[in-house]
C-alpha cells in the first residue's frame, strides 16, 4: 500500500529562522516524491520533486530511501513562506498521486 | 491562468440535492482528477481518468458519480448530496505519459446543508 505520513498539522517558526516538514512514506517499489504548496487564497502548485534534485524559493528535500523520508528543508524562513504544504508520491508507474495529510506553516515576523 | 478552471466556485445546497460540479481545462491533457480536501484528511483522491470515457475510482468514490465524453471536460456529480460531502473539491489535470506535475484548478467550495 502507499502511504504518505506527514505528522505535524502545524509548524510555526520565526522569520530567519530554520524550517523542516517532515514526510515519510510507505511504498514497496521506487517511488517518485514530491512537495506541493497551497498559498492562501491561491491554488496547489508543484514547489518541487526528488529527481529534479534542484532548490526552488529556497527550499530543498531528499529523499532518503533508508528512512522512507522525503523532508522538505529551508535554511531561513521568510513570511511569504506561510502556506499549506503537501508531500504526495506517485508509484507504480501510475499517474496518481498520494498526498498527506498536509502540513500548515505560519512564519512569524 | 485559465488553463483548468472550475465552477462554480461556491456552492451551497441541501441534503438528498444533486449537483455537478464542472472542471474545464484547455491543455488536451490527457489524465484528469478530482480530489476533496479536508481538515485532517489532507487531499483524497475521489476519481480519475486517463482519456475520454476512461474513468477509475479513486480512495473515497462513494456517492460521487463521473463521466468524460470530451477530453477537457471533467464533471462531477453528487447524486444525492450528504452533509459529510461538504469539502473544497479540487480538480487536476496531467499531461501524458513521461511529465510529473498536476495542474490544478481553483477549487470549488462546496456547503451541504
Excluded at chain 1, 518541487?48 to 529551508?74: P, Q
Aim: hydrophobic share 30%.
Amino acid at each position: 500500500a502507499q502511504r504518505v505520513t506527514q505528522p505535524e498539522k502545524l509548524l510555526s517558526v520565526f522569520k530567519g529562522a530554520p524550517v523542516e516538514l517532515k514526510c515519510n512514506y510507505s511504498y514497496s517499489g521506487s517511488p517518485e516524491l514530491f512537495w506541493y504548496v497551497q498559498y492562501s487564497r491561491q491554488r496547489l502548485q508543484l514547489l518541487l520533486r526528488h529527481i529534479s534534485r534542484e532548490s526552488i524559493k529556497g527550499f530543498t528535500a531528499d529523499l532518503n530511501k533508508g528512512e522512507t523520508s522525503f523532508h522538505l528543508k529551508k535554511p531561513f524562513a521568510q513570511e511569504e513562506d506561510s502556506a499549506m504544504y503537501y508531500c504526495a508520491l506517485r508509484g507504480g508507474g501510475s499517474e496518481k498521486l498520494v498526498f498527506g495529510k498536509g502540513t500548515k506553516l505560519t512564519v512569524n515576523p | 491562468d485559465a488553463g483548468i478552471t472550475q465552477s462554480p466556485r461556491y456552492k451551497i445546497t441541501e441534503t438528498g440535492r444533486q449537483v455537478t460540479l464542472m472542471c474545464h481545462q484547455t491543455w488536451s491533457h490527457s489524465y484528469m482528477f478530482w480530489y476533496r480536501q479536508d481538515l485532517g484528511h489532507g487531499l483524497r483522491l475521489i476519481y480519475y481518468s486517463a482519456a475520454a470515457d476512461i474513468t477509475d475510482k479513486g480512495e473515497v468514490p462513494d456517492g460521487y458519480v463521473v463521466s468524460r465524453s470530451k477530453t477537457e471536460n471533467f464533471p462531477l456529480t453528487l447524486e444525492s448530496a450528504t452533509r459529510s460531502q461538504t469539502s473544497v473539491y479540487f480538480c487536476a489535470s496531467v499531461a501524458p505519459a513521461g511529465a510529473y506535475e498536476q495542474y490544478f484548478g481553483p477549487g470549488t467550495r462546496l456547503t451541504v446543508t
